[in-house]
Every structure is written in structure tokens, then in C-alpha cells.
């Protein structure tokens, strides 16, 4: 996994439509349906150009491959002494530290320590206390298909 340099990443969705693309053997008759085939979400208050692209450079988004449904509805976070933090957000571990995924729908949802799997659990929601320091991200999967992916929280 990338992310086990060390380094603060992000990751970005998007579609490459020069090709003929195959989507579960099924071949789109346009490109309307490729285009919808991943959604990028960015978590930011304000709607313009500079907020949208400073919330990207911070990781502040997730991921959809939206054919599986929905995913406005997601959110993963992490609260410590009432503060709490989205994707992108750091926080200290000098307290306790609860990570919680939201499934916009029952999934299985599995919460990943730099790059390993810690817990995963069916349902609409995984809460978590955290044991160590390092990165967390999610992954949500529908029919053990890849539905959502968040980018990290670190816990330092």
C-alpha cells in the first residue's frame, strides 16, 4: 500500500473515456454511463474553485463507484475530547481516539491501519477505538464489490 511510506497522501477518482469501456460485461452506448461510473466527493463548506481545491490537496474526500448506489450518505470520522476529524484531519492520541464509518446502507465496512485491516464488520456503522498511532482509512463493500473508499485520518 502507498501509504505505508509514511507519507500524508490523498487519493483521486476519475474516468478515462478514450477507450471502449466494459462495465460488468455490459458496453455503454455513450459516455454518460462511464462518466457516472466514479464519484469523487469533496468535503468542504464553501463551493468555490480555492475550497474545492484545497480540500483535495488536504484528502479532505472519499471515493464512490457509484453503479453499487448512492454514497452522499457516507461519512468517516474520528472524535477525541469532543473534537472530531474527517478525512485528511489529524489528530494526537494523547486521549482517546474513536474512529466511526457510516454505510449510507447495510455493507461490509473494514477499517484499515496503515495497510492492514484492523476490524470489519456487516452493517450500517463501525466504531473503533484506536490502539496506535499511524493512518486510518475506510473501505466499504456491497456484494464483496469495492463501493466506497475514504482517504486517511492520521492519528500522530
Known amino acids: 500500500e502507498i501509504l505505508s511510506t509514511g507519507k500524508k497522501m490523498s487519493g483521486f477518482a476519475s474516468v478515462d473515456a478514450h477507450v471502449k469501456l466494459r462495465l460488468f460485461n455490459f458496453i455503454p452506448e455513450n459516455y ?5 461510473a466514479v464519484t469523487m466527493y469533496v468535503l468542504t463548506k464553501e463551493k468555490t474553485e480555492e475550497k474545492i481545491v ?6 479532505r474526500s472519499f471515493i464512490a463507484f457509484e ?3 448512492l454514497a452522499d450518505e457516507f461519512s468517516f470520522s474520528a472524535s477525541k ?15 482517546p ?8 446502507q447495510p455493507a461490509q465496512i473494514k477499517l484499515i491501519h496503515d ?3 484492523v476490524t470489519e464488520q456487516a452493517g ?13 482509512r475506510a473501505e466499504v463493500y456491497l456484494e464483496d464489490k469495492l463501493w466506497i473508499i475514504s482517504n ?4 500522530e
Not at 454518460?32 to 457516472?36: D, I, K
Open 97 to 104: 481516539v474513536q474512529i466511526t464509518v457510516k454505510s449510507p
Open 152 to 155: 486517511p485520518i492520521y492519528v
Open 115 to 117: 495497510g492492514q485491516v
Open 124 to 136: 450500517t456503522t463501525l466504531t473503533y477505538n484506536v490502539r496506535e498511532t499511524g493512518y486510518y
Open 54 to 59: 484545497e480540500a483535495l490537496g488536504k484528502g
Open 81 to 95: 475530547g469532543g473534537e472530531v476529524y474527517g478525512p485528511g484531519g489529524i489528530s494526537t492520541s494523547e486521549s
Open 67 to 69: 453503479v453499487f448506489g
Open 32 to 36: 454518460l454511463m462511464s462518466f457516472q
